[in-house]
């Protein structure tokens, strides 16, 4: 079946940088953009950018630029999100997902807790 | 940015009502629209896309409506499972953003 398996849970402490693993299973990888959104406790979603897994092309949004990085390694239908410069107000719930009409495939999300 | 509004912010529902959930962009987006269902510790879920087609193997009770700045998602007869947090999102242009939910509760 479609899915998305995400990396498990970090702990990280401000200013570090975090990366976490997408594994796409049960499509043609290449076929469909990859989004990365996140939640903060409690709080609504905030997209930060899309990867283009055939081309490798990136677009982030503009809160994010310059400390998001996003990549992909086809071999392995992996897409990963590198996150730096890790502050309090970046502790989420981080989520992959397909592109298709609308986002139609969430991976199951990844804590990420910033605290010193 | 697209401002997306969601309203109301929260609603509270029996089992079988009718509910009805608006969402307003700040210009016009055509229908450039979907839903989604969110539910505690989960990822969302794919509901509605642009604007009135609902995905694959959602419950025909869902439904949507709208286009241009104007949206809104119904549930025809509100079910156990449907408590849940609904949030709306463009993709007109990037970035594409989201409302700020609606917690449908008991």
């Known amino acids: 079946q479609v899915q998305l398996v995400q990396s498990g849970a970090e702990v990280k402490k401000p200013g570090a940088s975090v990366k976490v693993s997408c594994k796409a299973s049960?499509?043609?990888?290449?076929?469909?953009?990859l989004r990365w959104v996140r939640q903060a406790p409690g709080q609504g979603l905030e997209l930060l950018g899309w990867?283009?897994?055939?081309?490798?092309?990136?677009k982030y949004a503009q809160k994010f630029q310059g400390r998001v990085t996003m990549t992909r390694d086809t071999s392995i239908t992996t897409a990963y999100m590198d996150l730096s410069s890790l502050r309090s107000d970046d502790t989420a719930v981080y989520y992959c997902?397909?592109?298709?009409?609308?986002?139609?495939?969430w991976g199951q999300g990844t804590t990420v807790t910033v605290s010193s | 940015d697209i401002q997306m509004t969601q309203s109301p912010s929260s609603l509270s529902a029996s089992v079988g009502d009718r509910v009805t959930i608006t969402c307003r962009a700040s210009q016009n987006i055509a229908t450039y629209l979907s839903w989604y269902q969110q539910k505690p510790g989960e990822a969302p879920r794919l509901l509605v896309y642009?604007?009135?087609t609902l995905q694959s193997g959602v419950p025909s009770r869902f439904s949507g409506s709208g286009s241009g700045t104007d949206f809104s998602l119904s549930i025809s007869t509100v079910q156990p499972g449907d408590f849940a947090i609904y949030y709306c999102?463009?993709?007109?242009?990037?970035?594409?953003?989201f409302g700020q939910g609606t917690r449908v509760e008991i």
């Open positions: 990867i283009n897994p055939n081309s490798g092309d990136t």
């Open positions: 049960g499509y043609t990888f290449s076929d469909y953009y």
């Open positions: 999102q463009h993709s007109y242009n990037f970035p594409w953003t």
């Open positions: 642009a604007a009135s």
């Open positions: 997902a397909r592109s298709s009409h609308g986002l139609d495939v």
